[in-house]
């Protein structure tokens, strides 16, 4: 049973536009979650999260939104650069007692972005 | 320069092998993980270190076994794997007081002829 889906393997966008990548959930445990970025023959490096008791959080080009009646989350990259290409996976984490901070991962989106 | 660090990064062995996989972490952190990443499939949490203390085994069968001497370091010793068991294996690293983002080494690719 998967708790944390993207169900768009693959996305593609053109540069200077905005990308959005979705994640849902079904665990309602999960209070943290986390977008994680890789590259080919890397490990993911983590990109943004969100605690559960906001809504929004912004770095720079990303942002996060959760919305946790409908337990889901979008990741916005705005604007969209070809760097930005990569796959996207989307975790979360909690309800594991404290500094438990194991991460369950959904099965990520590729991100094309086209120049 | 990633501050967790996996060694080997490839690794070709038969089933009759015994191998092990090493990963350091340089970001004084308390707690390490394993990671499994199989094509097509999210990454599998296998065993979880919280300042040396095993607290997670994800039902990872016995022909995997792991290794933590202190917080810095965790190795993960293989005999006699499964073709199936070919993939892409991570360490990562947190702070383990709750909350905290994990960090990731770039990963052995692992193949069993």
């Known amino acids: 049973d998967q708790q944390v889906k993207q169900n768009s393997p693959s996305l593609s966008v053109q540069e200077g536009r905005i990308s959005i990548l979705n994640c849902d959930y079904t665990?309602?445990?999960?209070?943290?979650f986390l977008w994680y970025k890789k590259y080919p023959a890397e490990g993911p490096t983590f990109l943004i999260s969100i605690s559960s008791i906001k809504d929004k959080n912004e770095d720079g080009r990303f942002t996060v939104f959760l919305n946790k009646s409908a337990k889901h989350l979008s990741l916005h990259i705005v604007p969209s650069q070809p760097g930005d290409s990569a796959v996207y996976f989307c975790a979360a984490s909690g309800g594991g007692g404290f500094g438990n901070e194991k991460l369950t991962f959904g099965t990520g989106t590729r991100l094309t972005i086209i120049p | 320069e990633t501050g967790v660090t996996q060694t080997p990064r490839h690794l070709v062995m038969g089933m009759t092998n015994k191998k092990s996989l090493k990963c350091e972490q340089h970001?004084?952190?308390?707690?390490m993980y394993w990671y499994k990443q199989s094509a097509k499939k999210p990454l599998e949490l296998m065993f979880v270190y919280n300042f040396k203390e095993q607290t997670e085994n994800n039902s990872v069968p016995s022909r995997f076994s792991p290794e933590c001497p202190n917080s810095s370091h965790l190795f993960l010793h293989l005999h006699t794997l499964q073709p199936e068991d070919s993939a892409l294996y991570l360490c990562?690293?947190?702070?383990?007081?709750?909350?905290?983002?994990?960090?990731f080494g770039n990963g052995t690719r692992l193949t069993v002829t």
């Open positions: 970001l004084g952190h308390n707690a």
């Open positions: 665990n309602s445990m999960f209070d943290y």
């Open positions: 990562a690293s947190s702070r383990g007081q709750g909350n905290s983002p994990l960090h």
